[in-house]
């Protein structure tokens, strides 16, 4: 079996940003899809990796998954990582396997070695964005609860992401923790976003002021660049601590671990370098005994559907991400075989490949739009 053909369909799902999906065909009529993470106003670079790396596989073995990532890395970029470049990768390596899964008549779990457990636990993401009153706060928490999930991950700090913030931004985001954990009750987990802003005095008081609702973990409490600030977070606060959804490959987790920075970690399948890599990288984990819990800012279809067959396999694996506001869009796009969360866990899917096929004629039906220019502030728009 060779590979004749590599195709990015960006599409526009009508909500913060656009998804991109890839498509793999090969000479025996097998065709496999992944999906590759996107941000704001990155599509076409990322598409473009598409298209480039396309060129490279055409011709290929597509069983030869380890092989094409490693000489991808080495003499297409060169040894020089970016986003764009993980992206795309991620998305071809997760439709890769997908062939492979239907050529075998497997599910990837079980090309991988098989199931740990029979569901994959969720939260409950996007469900509060942009929200500034703690009282809509509280209502969506509420009728996310009601939908079925037992565990919420939010950001409850205002506006904008800055290292060195003001004393009402601390008490904000305390007040809104307080009241959600009051409004849902003690069995519901919250996972507390922080976005890589803080330097650490300011995340080490806000997290000592929260330790009485008990939050799952803090997520990103400083610039993951800087792993010696959030291992120092992690030593003088009592929640778990998670970083890790931009971090890429193996070589990029080294860092991690070697710092004993977190205590969970969360890896991208879809931007750090595909459902091989992110067992590896779990594999890593293991031993420094760190949990998984797989960051998912994508569609609730291929991304999410690479996410967990690659989370069935893992010992350590915790609890992943699951993003509403795309539930809807992805039901036009895969009107068949979507994974729906039951009680804030899905079934591993039993089909064939990933077991997700789109309707082509909705994904160029809704074809990439560009975002309207966001708005950057200028000093003088500063609250500093």
């Known amino acids: 079996m060779k590979v004749t053909a590599v195709t990015a369909f ?18 025996e009529g097998i065709t496999g899809w992944g999906e590759a993470y996107s941000q704001y106003d990155r599509d076409r670079s990322i598409t473009a990796h598409i298209e480039m790396l396309g060129k490279y596989l055409v011709g290929r073995d597509p069983f030869q998954i380890k092989y094409f990532t490693s000489i991808a890395y080495d003499d297409y970029a060169q040894r020089r990582s970016s986003l764009e470049y993980f992206c795309a990768l991620s998305g071809i390596e997760a439709a890769l396997w997908d062939i492979v899964g239907k050529a075998c008549g497997q599910p990837v779990y079980n090309l991988l070695g098989g199931a740990c457990r029979e569901s994959v636990r969720v939260y409950a993401n996007g469900w509060s964005y942009k929200m500034k009153d703690v009282n809509d706060f509280v209502r969506a928490a509420e009728n996310t609860v009601a939908l079925g999930f037992d565990a919420l991950k939010f950001d409850p700090f205002p506006r904008p992401w800055r290292t060195f913030i003001p004393r009402e931004h601390i008490h904000h985001a305390v007040n809104v923790v307080r009241s959600i954990r009051k409004a849902v009750g003690p069995k519901v987990d919250l996972l507390i976003e922080l976005h890589r802003r803080l330097a650490p005095a300011f995340a080490v008081e806000f997290a000592d002021r929260i330790m009485e609702f008990e939050p799952y973990l803090i997520e990103e409490p400083c610039p993951a660049e800087n792993m010696e600030a959030i291992a120092e977070v992690r030593h003088k606060i009592k929640s778990p601590v998670m970083t890790g959804e931009n971090i890429f490959s193996k070589a990029g987790f080294r860092r991690v671990f070697e710092h004993h920075a977190a205590d969970f970690i969360n890896p991208d399948v879809a931007n750090c370098g595909g459902i091989l890599e992110l067992k590896e990288i ?3 984990a293991e031993p420094y005994l760190v949990g998984v819990s797989p960051h998912n800012y994508n569609s609730t279809s291929l991304a999410l559907s690479a996410t967990v067959h690659a989370a069935a396999t893992m010992p350590n694996f915790l609890i992943t991400e699951y993003f509403i506001p795309f ?12 994974l729906k969360p039951v009680n804030g866990r899905i079934a591993l899917p039993t089909g064939p490949g990933l077991g997700l096929v789109p309707d082509e004629k909705a994904l160029i039906q809704h074809a990439a739009k560009p975002f309207p220019l966001r708005k950057l502030p200028y000093p003088a728009d500063e609250w500093l």
């Open 327 to 338: 539930v809807d869009f992805c039901d036009i796009l895969f009107p068949e075989g979507q």
């Open 10 to 27: 960006p599409v526009h799902p009508g909500w913060r940003k656009n998804l991109i999906f890839v498509k793999i065909e090969t000479d």
């Open 282 to 284: 779990a594999a890593m």
